[in-house]
């Protein structure tokens, strides 16, 4: 079939077309790991074939030989074939049917897994511009309907096709022109699937869009209900705009449901129709004599036989149509590629000093210029505070160091090394990144700090936590370290969030810190008690601070001021508090900033 997908390219912002050939023949790879379960299954479908056609023909032969010629033998005879041929139907019917469900679901997670992973591996900016609900519907609902397709579909599809086929060589060689009556409905039949094959293609692309952007709603509404819900108007807008697109998801379904509620009934007819003709014909065959009772009987049979896989197939459209619909979906987002790979030539290359060096680096994103030839050094055990307007690139230079991006031109250098030198696992076990929003997951708090390193003991989970003084938060909770973390930390409070991704951190034991205004979500006292943990964690160490408030920028050995992607002043606090410039501007914003404490 010469159908075509379109899918709008975000990126390009134009529609982009992939031939079905070319998704179907993507898909069925999919099924090589379970070739032989596969060949299993077309055997047993072949089985299926070879019973559904022979039926009709013992039906013919227990009429004439039995029931027409009164011979009692024949009409046992050929009943006991047809309850064996019942019986091998029913043993066929459930070893496709056990054989389809494990392909399917092995199907499913070969699938998933291979998405999520991809997930895993793009570049932050395409994760971050990319709409969530729309990925979730795609790893939950768009693969769903992949696996029954590629599995069930395929099979039905290979099976309606051969009983086809098989039924018209019968009916050809029972009558010709019986056979070619029959068959004059037939281009109808096929005008009108071709007819509803489009329109359900079009109304289920529809439908995908719909439901993701439904999906995207219910995520955004949920991770920000505690806000919308202190904003009377921010939560009536919220309840009128996913009421909105829920209306608008029903209605593109109904349209669905609608094309697809037509195609039966109209198929049904011209079925019907064909009836009527073999019934009219083929009775004045049988009373002139030129075909007997049983012939005409088998032929009924046979014609069921033909029609019923055109019928199937084409209302099962409806399923293949969402279903190759949701496939162009995950093939298009497989396709995209992250930009940050891991060369062939990385390896695991310990930092030992911990010295970083930006040279000439120049960045964008999208075009928008960040960096046009950064250059800065930060020695090993030095604390660097960079601070600076929203916007200057603080956290993008942060980005270049950890490897999330890569500069489109200069080089990022660790103890001399270019980061692209690092396999993944070695650059970012060795660099520990404390965010400006702590990420909690499902979990226990043990769990959660471990996650700086999977092999430290409960021991040295304690004794961290210990030093950076969370005993008081940790004897708080109602099962100490075993307390399970609410999806997204939600049982906790900001600060204390804050405090377990420091632990975290520490129990990493990195060779190079970066803390991006990590303590900006921390209340003034409890600030103030994590500055001495933070001084016995930098300690050394090389680390890098990107802060607004001064209090904590005041701990680093040099302050390098960034504005435009630029820096603009370097030195240190009272250097620079000297010049009276930029930084010095921003200080006299934050008087009543915390006692200055200085790294030793």
Request: charged residues 20%.
């Amino acid at each position: 079939m010469g159908w075509h997908f379109r899918q709008a390219a975000e990126a390009e912002g134009k529609p982009r077309e992939i031939a079905s050939r070319k998704l179907v023949a993507w898909l069925l790879r999919w099924l090589t790991p379970m070739k032989l379960q596969a060949i299993m299954l077309v055997i047993v479908a072949l089985a299926s074939i070879g019973v559904n056609v022979v039926s009709p023909y013992v039906s013919r032969l227990l009429i004439d030989e039995g029931i027409m010629q009164g011979n009692p033998d024949a009409l046992m005879k050929y009943v006991l074939v047809l309850v064996g041929i019942a019986a091998g139907g029913w043993f066929l019917g459930f070893a496709r049917g056990n054989l389809t469900g494990r392909i399917n679901q092995r199907l499913l997670y070969s699938m998933r897994s291979t998405v999520f992973k991809h997930m895993e591996e793009m570049d932050i900016a395409h994760v971050n511009v990319e709409r969530t609900g729309k990925i979730i519907s795609l790893i939950i609902n768009d693969i769903s309907s992949i696996g029954e397709v590629t599995t069930s579909g395929t099979i039905e599809a290979m099976i309606g096709s051969a009983t086809l086929l098989g039924s018209l060589y019968v009916m050809f060689t029972l009558h010709v022109g019986l056979s070619l009556a029959t068959l004059t409905v037939v281009p109808l039949m096929l005008f009108l699937s071709r007819y509803f094959a489009i329109k359900t293609r079009q109304a289920y692309r529809q439908s995908r869009e719909k439901l993701s952007e439904l999906t995207s709603s219910v995520e955004q509404s949920v991770s920000g209900s505690r806000v919308s819900q202190s904003f009377a108007e921010r939560r009536n807008v919220d309840i009128a705009s996913f009421d909105k697109l829920s209306a608008e998801t029903m209605r593109t379904n109904l349209r669905a449901r609608i094309v697809f509620a037509m195609i039966r009934p109209s198929l049904d007819a011209v079925r019907t129709l064909s009836y009527v003709i073999l019934i009219l014909y083929g009775g004045s065959l049988v009373v002139s004599g030129e075909i007997s009772i049983g012939i005409l009987i088998a032929f009924y049979g046979y014609a069921e036989m033909f029609y019923r896989p055109i019928i199937t197939l084409t209302t099962f459209y409806s399923t293949l149509q969402a279903a190759l619909a949701a496939a162009e979906r995950v093939y298009l987002f497989l396709q995209v590629k992250p930009s940050v790979v891991e060369s062939k030539e990385a390896r695991w290359i310990e930092i030992k000093a911990g010295r970083i060096e930006l040279k000439n680096v120049h960045f964008d994103y999208d075009g928008n210029t960040v960096f046009q030839g950064l250059s800065l050094q930060v020695d090993p055990g030095e604390i660097v505070a960079v601070v600076g307007p929203t916007g200057a690139g603080k956290t993008t230079l942060t980005n270049l160091i950890l490897r999330l991006y890569d500069p489109k031109s200069g080089e990022v250098l660790i103890d001399d090394y270019n980061v692209k030198e690092f396999s993944f696992k070695s650059l970012r076990k060795q660099v520990a990144l404390v965010p400006q929003e702590p990420v909690l997951f499902n979990g226990t708090i043990l769990e959660n700090i471990r996650l700086g390193n999977t092999e430290a003991s409960d021991e040295d989970v304690k004794r961290v936590a210990s030093e950076l003084g969370l005993d008081e938060l940790i004897d708080r909770m109602p099962q100490k370290y075993e307390t399970v973390v609410s999806p997204g930390g939600g049982n906790l409070s900001l600060g204390e969030r804050q405090l377990i991704s420091f632990a975290r951190a520490m129990l990493k034991d990195p060779r190079i810190l970066i803390l991006d205004e990590a303590t900006s979500s921390l209340d003034s006292y409890t600030e103030s008690l994590l500055q001495k943990a933070m001084v016995k964690l930098m300690k050394g160490r090389t680390c890098i601070i990107i802060a607004h408030r001064l209090s904590t920028v005041k701990l680093a050995h040099r302050i390098l001021f960034l504005e435009n992607g630029r820096i603009v002043e370097e030195g240190t606090h009272e250097e620079l508090m000297k010049k009276g410039g930029a930084y010095a501007k921003l200080y006299e914003l934050q008087f009543g900033a915390a006692p200055e404490i200085k790294a030793k």
